[in-house]
């Protein structure tokens, strides 16, 4: 697979392996005219598909256990990808349990994720570990991605560091998810796995990471609804027009009432995984639709 990818990292410096693809859907086939995201339906867990080029993908975490096999890889061999670059934003099952099945499915794989081991390494973890070993780079505070000139990933906070040098003491595998800016155009979206706004005693990340961040059009809601994310401050001055929640049956009571009100209180139109796939179109004007609602 050619390395297109441009990295430019503020610590390290190192050359990426993908250009993500694009769907078969009777859209515009000139790949500048369009992003293509999809909020996988992996059930309790966390996967979003960027498809940028022809036969590869982009996916920012991949879901749990299982989800690979039953979800994510049909999925995949029907846009007929065959090379992927991974961002796991921190080490729980939920986000990144699969990976071993996509390995086992002979995908081209490269992978970014924090640098650093998981905390209390379960066996997943030790899977993840020794089937990437050699193909795993870090994104530190301020690393950027450029999958191609008009689309750039930048890591707003990274194991409790941001961007602009301050860093926070952090105790949890979730405290130390990856916080991405994705940008086309004048199009925003924010990722953040399980970072955490101070909610259930954690330690508040998101609100640091939304002064670095700003408005966006999209989120990637903060550990599926979890009350420990979502903080005021953060939903407020992200203001996102678009909350997604990637969430399936679970124990947690994800997404929590109080999450709910929170989006509800700003305006943002919520779309659940749970109900299926979320197609997320993107026009370089900064238009978007998403399950064919058009915003703005």
């Known amino acids: 697979m050619k390395k297109l990818f441009l990295l430019f990292i503020i610590c390290i410096s190192c050359t990426p392996s993908l250009t993500p693809s694009i769907r078969h859907t009777e859209l515009d086939n000139s790949l500048s005219s369009y992003l293509h ?22 996916l920012i975490d991949t879901g749990p256990s299982d989800s690979g096999t039953e979800a994510l890889i049909p999925l995949l061999e029907e846009y007929g990808i065959t090379a992927l670059t991974l961002i796991i934003t921190h080490f729980d099952a939920d986000h990144m349990g699969n990976v071993d099945e996509l390995v086992e499915a002979g995908f081209d794989i490269h992978v970014y ?20 070993e050699g193909k795993r780079e870090a994104l530190l505070a301020g690393s950027v991605l450029t999958p191609r000139d008009d689309l750039v990933i930048t890591t707003i906070v990274s194991d409790g ?3 602009d040098g301050t860093k926070i003491e952090i105790e949890s595998e979730n405290e130390k998810s990856l916080g991405l800016l994705l940008e086309y155009g004048s199009f925003k979206l924010f990722a953040g796995g399980d970072l955490t706004g101070g909610g259930n005693e954690t330690v508040d990340l998101e609100t640091h990471t939304a002064d670095l961040t700003g408005p966006v059009d999209v989120l990637i809601v ?7 994310s979502s903080n005021e401050h953060f939903l407020r001055i992200l203001d996102p027009v678009v909350s997604v929640l990637s969430v399936g049956a679970n124990a947690y009571g994800h997404p929590t009432p109080e999450v709910m009100n929170r989006l509800s209180q700003i305006g943002s139109s919520v779309y659940k995984t749970e109900e299926g796939d979320i197609d997320i179109l993107v026009h370089m004007d900064g238009s978007f639709e998403v399950e064919g609602d058009s915003y703005p």
């Open 113 to 132: 994720d924090r640098g650093t081991d998981p905390l209390d390494p379960s066996y997943l973890d030790y899977l993840y570990l020794s089937l990437l």
């Open 161 to 163: 560091s941001f961007e």
């Open 37 to 58: 995201i999809i909020a996988v339906n992996v059930g309790q867990g966390n996967c979003t598909m960027i498809v940028t080029a022809d036969k590869e993908a982009l």
């Open 222 to 228: 903060n550990h599926h609804g979890s009350n420990t």
